[in-house]
């Protein structure tokens, strides 16, 4: 089965977004920039290292950038049957599972970004990086220091990350090297993220996100906070305040997802900073990363020779396995399939499945046609889902 995975702030980098500025998927970054009043196709074109190491940028071009990256996948009718993002990466995966509204999300990271910088500003913190020591030996680092240090994040087996006041966060790096660490990596970032030094950051992030419409998610989506898979929206709304103050259990959350039956990983955003956690977390698992317009191609060819895997559980709704593929609608307008066109039916590449107005739905796909997800007569937007095929 595949998961789709969302990169976190600090994968940013100056011009990320330039490949896919004439991907019919940029569309993304004029709607996204309306809903936060801000130009946001400067952040993704122009800005520099210094303005995308801000938060409120980081976080916005970031979370932006993925959902132009899941917008291209998607037009190519390829769904995940689940979602993860690492901190930030979360909204991204809320966003792909249904359980947030594209424009919804937009606010909540713009709210998110502003409420982690103004409390950095607050109160001064840092993060170190910790490699080659276990979970419980960076922990009694931590709890044996003076002073508040805790860890941020669970990343790999053999990488954790901490966080707190500067010089706690060095006391217990030193600690940690003389435990076994083999490397301990200050991290340039503008405060103690996932610590009790974003309490302020929760009081705030707290009324937008009460004030915010979340739903059920579609599939498995597995929260940072305690890396299990959460359908109540209540449940969501107060995971997404906890993950500010508390440590992202990230390979806590691939195993689970592997637990669970997921075999295929893939990135989806800049970087390739999640892709190389699963190599060291999973290392039988299927890892993909889909950056630029290119990828998509690879991605495309990787999943049709990928093995079908038998999901362990069924899922509520429909999921697409490797073997299957979605075709969307080019257009927004009212859907008229082909008459006599039943589920069962053999489909060649580039066969006639309908039409909207006067745009023709032909399938890029050869296969079996398993579904329709638009009914006769259905009004239907952009890239909305039309019918599911089992390809050959």
Wanted: net charge negative; aromatic share 6%; charged share 20%.
């Amino acid at each position: 089965m595949i998961v789709f995975t969302y990169s976190g702030q600090g994968s940013q980098q100056p011009g990320m977004g330039a490949a896919w500025r004439e991907h019919p998927s940029w569309e993304l970054v004029e709607e996204a920039s309306e809903e936060a009043g801000r130009d946001l196709a400067y952040l993704l074109l122009e800005a520099d290292a210094d303005e995308l190491r801000q938060t409120r940028n980081a976080q916005l071009a970031t979370f932006l950038t993925s959902m132009v990256i899941l917008d291209a996948v998607e037009r190519l009718g390829v769904d995940a049957a689940g979602h993860a993002g690492h901190s930030l990466g979360e909204y991204s995966a809320l966003t792909a599972a249904g359980a947030l509204d594209f424009g919804g999300a937009v606010g909540l990271v713009v709210e998110r970004g502003e409420a982690m910088q103004t409390a950095a500003g607050e109160r001064t913190g840092t993060m170190a990086a910790i490699l080659g020591l276990d979970d419980e030996g960076v922990e009694t680092a931590c709890d044996g220091t003076d002073g508040d240090a805790w860890v941020a994040n669970y990343n790999a087996p053999g990488q954790v990350v901490i966080a707190g006041d500067p010089d706690a966060v060095a006391a217990a790096g030193e600690a940690a090297k003389k435990a076994g660490a083999k490397r301990v990596t200050p991290l340039e970032v503008s405060g103690a993220f996932h610590t009790p030094f974003m309490s302020p950051a929760g009081d705030r992030l707290r009324e937008a996100l009460n004030g915010a419409d979340i739903r059920r998610p579609e599939g498995t989506v597995v929260a940072n906070v305690d890396a299990l898979e959460h359908e109540d929206p209540e449940a969501w709304r107060g995971l997404l305040n906890a993950q500010l103050v508390r440590p992202v259990r990230w390979h806590q959350s691939l195993q689970r997802l592997s637990d669970l039956g997921f075999t295929t990983f893939v990135e989806l955003g800049p970087g390739s900073v999640l892709t190389g956690l699963v190599k060291r977390t999973l290392r039988d698992a299927e890892r993909l990363t889909v950056n630029v317009p290119d990828d998509l191609d690879l991605l495309l060819e990787a999943l049709a020779t990928a093995p079908e895997a038998a999901p362990p559980e069924p899922h509520e709704g429909e999921h697409l396995f490797a073997t299957e593929r979605l075709v969307v609608s080019p257009a927004a307008g009212v859907f008229t399939p082909v008459a006599g066109l039943d589920v069962g039916t053999a489909v060649a590449a580039g066969d006639l499945l309908g039409t909207i107005g006067n745009e023709e739905v032909r399938s890029p796909f050869a296969g079996a046609l398993m579904g329709w997800l638009a009914l006769d007569t259905e009004r239907v937007t952009s890239s909305q889902p039309i019918a599911w095929l089992q390809v050959h």
